[in-house]
């Protein structure tokens, strides 16, 4: 199904945290420009996570709040998915206390490439079918 317009900017935010992490993971493959020193992959994640991964759960949030009430299959859906940014948020937090930095930032990639997956392949397919009324009344500010 192709992806409703107000979806989009949140699956062009998705494709760059897919990026992410690969990068994060344990096995990361080298890509120009961006160093493989586990320091230098745990600076850019904090970098990625403050200047759009906050910004976008935000806008998930309100996806969230808009879509929620009218069908129960996208509010369990909902609930599972507000878990998962609880739980991935925590995992972001704890790991400045980590000790073992490498394993734990796998443990976010992983996490989080797993749950971009399923607002993309469930969530969003989901409500682009059930929600399309609701979708045409998102809008986000530029």
């Known amino acids: 199904m192709q992806r409703h317009s107000a979806l989009i900017p949140l699956s062009h935010e998705h494709k760059r945290l897919l990026f992410v992490c690969r990068y994060l993971k344990k096995d990361a493959a080298p ?13 850019y994640m904090v970098k990625v996570f403050q200047e759009l991964m906050v910004p976008h759960i935000q806008k998930e949030e309100y996806l969230f709040e808009k879509c929620t009430g009218h069908d ?4 369990a859906l909902i609930t599972e998915l507000q878990g998962e940014h609880r739980l991935i948020s925590g995992m972001y937090s704890a790991i400045t206390e980590s000790t073992q930095l490498e394993e734990d930032m796998d443990k976010i990639a992983v996490s989080l490439e797993a749950h971009i997956r399923k607002e993309e ?6 409500i682009q079918e059930v929600l399309p009324g609701v979708l045409e009344n998102i809008h986000w500010e530029k």
């Open 72 to 75: 129960p299959r996208v509010d």
């Open 31 to 43: 890509y120009e420009g961006f160093p493989l020193e586990t320091q230098a992959r745990f600076e």
């Open 121 to 126: 392949r469930v969530f969003f397919e989901l």
